[in-house]
């Protein structure tokens, strides 16, 4: 499993443990929300996410001089877990574990990436068209509210908004074969 490191981009994604639902409630697609603000905007930088009933992904590149990141990610996935099993009168693993991550290396992989993040709900039939899921950072970048997502640097990537919205809708993403994705 790859080591999580300081200054890297990763792509970070897991589902419920025997692929049951994580998600039941608009209340438990906030509260995910809130506590990734709480344990992971201190030591990374959100690019892009997608939460879907049963898994999520997201798309975050650790901070500089971070020590022990995987240990926010594990606060994280169990402040959650202890919360949606109360709340839902059940008890174990609520993830697989562990879970998963791939480092990003390139550009061009980054680009499709946030794509695929975004287009997801789309893929896995939740939505017929992405564009109108609300548990995705997608809409974030459409906005002029405030984010805690890297809206400007994603766009620049994309060179502009009209650029980035174009290639969202040509749904055209690469990721390589070693890369299989639920």
Not at 58 to 67: G, N, P, T
Not at 93 to 113: A, G, H, M, N, T
Not at 157 to 171: G, P, Q, T, V
């Amino acid at each position: 499993m790859e080591t999580i490191e300081s200054e890297h981009f990763y792509h970070i994604f897991n589902r419920g443990n025997r692929n049951v639902n994580i998600f039941n409630s608009e209340g438990n697609y906030l509260y995910f929300l809130q506590l990734m603000q709480k344990h992971l905007i201190p030591i990374a930088d959100i690019y892009a996410y997608s939460l879907l009933p049963n898994h999520f992904q997201l798309l975050l590149r650790i901070k500089d001089k971070i020590e022990k990141p995987s240990q926010a990610f594990s606060n994280f996935f169990n402040a959650y877990s202890k919360a949606y099993n109360k709340q839902n009168g059940r008890n174990g693993s609520l993830f697989q574990r562990p879970f998963k991550r791939i480092k990003v290396l390139d550009e061009k992989y980054l680009k499709s990436l946030i794509i695929y993040i975004h287009c997801n709900p789309e893929l896995h039939g939740i939505v017929d068209d992405f564009k109108i899921y609300t548990h995705s950072s997608y809409p974030s970048f459409l906005s002029k509210r405030s984010t805690s997502i890297k809206r400007t640097e994603v766009i620049d990537w994309f060179d502009n908004l009209d650029n980035f919205k174009l290639m969202h809708e040509s749904r055209v993403f690469q990721l390589g074969d070693d890369l299989l994705l639920e």
